[in-house]
């Protein structure tokens, strides 16, 4: 079965000061891997997804994602980050030709500090 | 598209009560997805449906939870008879699941049910 780990909780960062979100997976198969956000007393929405080609993926808001297969990572940066970006983010994977369920982290919440 | 509507957006009861959350998926789209959120247990994914469908119910905590999907543009979740630690905030989420991987999709969430049992 799959899994998903986000080791940090909490991020605090600077504002206009680089990021990472950390992600790691655990699957017998290949998977698909999907960043979400979810801004205060909102859904969640989809920031990027990685499905195949290029381990490099670029989001939406300025944030990409590199899939690291040997590390079964999939970390979240971005290179300078700003107030709104305040919200939790989630990890969550698929697995190709298994049934359509995504499963998500717990969530790291990211905190700008001005 | 006005995006996934839940409704309501709040709702507060009391235990033994029972209580229906409602959705409203994007159109067109083929997967419906219920979820609950907790500061304790994350985001759990509750069931879901593929064409009106449920296809796994295997989150549904226990009888006390049913959901329904009795067309392509409705769906509810309800709770009867409901209680205290199933206050949490539900979340609805549909995708259009008409590649040749579903798993694939993306999922459009609602903004979700804030319910409160006292």
């Known amino acids: 079965a799959q899994s998903v780990t986000q080791l940090d909780s909490q991020v605090p960062v600077f504002e206009e000061a680089p990021v990472e979100l950390r992600c790691n997976y655990s699957s017998s198969v290949s998977v698909y891997l999907f960043w979400y956000v979810q801004y205060p007393n909102q859904g969640l929405q989809l920031l990027l997804k990685?499905?195949?080609?290029?381990?490099l993926v670029k989001g939406i808001n300025g944030f990409e994602a590199e899939f690291n297969k040997s590390q079964t990572s999939f970390h979240l940066r971005k290179p300078s980050v700003h107030i709104s970006d305040t919200a939790e983010y989630f990890c969550?994977?698929?697995?190709?030709?298994?049934?359509?369920?995504?499963?998500f982290g717990t969530g790291t919440r990211l905190t700008i500090i001005p | 598209d006005a995006g996934v509507i839940q409704s309501p957006r709040h709702e507060v009861t009391e235990m033994g009560q029972e209580v229906t959350l409602r959705c409203k998926p994007i159109s067109g789209h083929d997967y419906l997805f219920w979820y609950r959120q907790t500061m304790m247990r994350g985001l759990e994914l509750l069931i879901y449906f593929n064409n009106n469908v449920p296809i796994d119910d295997s989150g549904m905590p226990e009888d006390r939870f049913s959901a329904k999907m009795p067309n392509a543009s409705f769906s509810t979740l309800k709770i009867q008879p409901s209680e205290p630690r199933d206050s949490a905030v539900y979340f609805c989420a549909s995708s259009p699941g008409q590649g040749l991987a579903p798993s694939t999709d993306t999922q459009y969430f609602g903004p979700g049910t804030r319910l409160t049992v006292l």
């Open positions: 969550a994977v698929s697995e190709p030709f298994g049934n359509e369920k995504l499963t």
């Open positions: 990685y499905l195949s080609g290029s381990t």
